[in-house]
Nanobody
Framework: QVQLVESGGGLVQPGGSLRLSCVAS????????MGWYRQAPGKQREKVAT???????NSVDSVKGRFTISRDNYRNTVHLQMNGLKPEETAVYYC?????????????????WGQGTQVAVSS
């Protein structure tokens, strides 16, 4: 089992910044893709950004140029630097990570979620 613990949420004014962090711990095979998702009240959970072990990133168009995802492979951590936050980005932000078990020539993937951290953008 892998545990993901997020930190860094809070209340910020429109245009402000927050930095979210997530650390994976427990019985880890090898952490693969890590990412951040968010879920606003009454809406479905959506992907914000993901990052592979080689640093390749993928993010939703609405956050490009404002949010930056990064990771530390040695410490199994992922960060999300959020600048220029908007009120509509108020949501619970969840960390996601895949744990990769290599069996012979195949990879078995296990997906894990953190408990979520609240981000509120309001004046």
């Amino acid at each position: 089992q892998v545990q993901l613990v997020e930190s860094g949420g809070g209340l910020v004014q429109p245009g402000g910044s927050l930095r979210l962090s997530c650390v994976a711990s427990g019985s880890i095979y090898s952490i693969g893709i890590m990412g951040w998702y968010r879920q606003a009240p009454g809406k479905q959970r959506e992907k914000v950004a993901t990052i592979a072990t080689d640093g390749t990133t993928n993010s939703v168009d609405s956050v490009k140029g404002r949010f930056t995802i990064s990771r530390d492979n040695y410490r199994n951590t992922v960060h999300l630097q959020m600048n220029g936050l908007k009120p509509e980005e108020t949501a619970v932000y969840y960390c996601n990570a895949e744990d990769v078990e290599v069996i012979g020539g195949d990879n078995r993937l296990y997906a894990y979620w953190g408990q979520g951290t609240q981000v509120a953008v309001s004046s």
